[in-house]
């Protein structure tokens, strides 16, 4: 079902309603957020991105088309452009002449209140992922990516993909069960 209704959405939306550009956003603005706050560990910036790709979407209107699944595009429009994020940081800081550190968000009261402690534990391990092994296990566990799609987004063979993908599972059990020192 939610294949035909993306394949409505798309014909609609290259026919410029409003209405489909509005159920897109409202439908995937929760999963393209989580995937870029995992990619980067910055709520601010993970927004910044997110809004980006959104608009950018937007602007597409009656010159968009796309033969495969919706949720993919969007998801490999926001990897794009934490990538962006990313190089634009490390060029400003470069021109700063501050060492590199990741960015770190803050932790907000409101925003312990809706957090398990499972789950602050789980997105503290999957920041400290090297950055391909987050990526591939964030795109195929949020946007339920094909490792194929995932491939190409990398511009590396299936089987990198796939071995990233177990490295990163596999890390991630050893951070979780306390096996590998922080």
Same mark, same amino acid.
């Given at each position: 079902?939610?294949?035909?209704?993306?394949?409505?959405?798309?014909?609609?939306?290259?026919?410029?309603?409003?209405?489909?550009?509005?159920?897109?956003?409202?439908?995937?603005?929760?999963?393209?957020?989580?995937?870029?706050?995992?990619?980067?560990?910055? @709520?601010? /910036?993970? $927004?910044? +991105?997110?809004? *980006?790709?959104?608009? %950018? =979407?937007?602007?597409?209107?009656?010159?968009?088309?796309?033969?495969?699944?919706?949720?993919?595009?969007?998801?490999?429009?926001?990897?794009?452009?934490?990538?962006?994020?990313?190089?634009?940081?490390?060029?400003?800081?470069?021109?700063?002449?501050?060492?590199? @550190?990741? /960015?770190? $968000?803050? +932790?907000?009261? *409101?925003?312990?209140? %809706? =957090?398990?402690?499972?789950?602050?534990?789980?997105?503290?391990?999957?920041?400290?992922?090297?950055?391909?092994?987050?990526?591939?296990?964030?795109?195929?566990?949020?946007?339920?990516?094909?490792?194929?799609?995932?491939?190409?987004?990398?511009?590396?063979?299936?089987?990198?993909?796939?071995?990233?993908?177990?490295?990163?599972?596999?890390?991630?059990?050893?951070?979780?069960?306390?096996?590998?020192?922080?």
């Amino acid at each position: 079902m939610a294949i035909a209704e993306d394949e409505l959405l798309k014909w609609k939306f290259r026919r410029g309603s409003p209405e489909a550009l509005a159920r897109i956003y409202e439908k995937y603005l929760d999963s393209m957020l989580t995937l870029a706050m995992g990619l980067l560990n910055n @709520r601010a /910036a993970a $927004e910044d +991105v997110v809004h *980006d790709v959104f608009v %950018s =979407f937007a602007r597409l209107g009656p010159g968009f088309r796309l033969r495969g699944r919706l949720s993919g595009y969007l998801a490999t429009s926001v990897v794009n452009r934490v990538r962006d994020y990313r190089r634009r940081s490390r060029r400003q800081v470069q021109a700063s002449g501050r060492e590199s @550190r990741p /960015a770190r $968000e803050s +932790v907000e009261p *409101d925003d312990v209140a %809706s =957090f398990t402690e499972q789950a602050a534990q789980l997105n503290e391990a999957v920041a400290r992922l090297p950055d391909e092994q987050r990526e591939v296990v964030l795109l195929r566990l949020k946007t339920d990516m094909r490792f194929r799609d995932i491939a190409k987004l990398q511009q590396v063979s299936i089987n990198t993909v796939q071995g990233r993908y177990r490295y990163g599972l596999d890390r991630l059990r050893s951070m979780l069960n306390g096996e590998v020192e922080k």
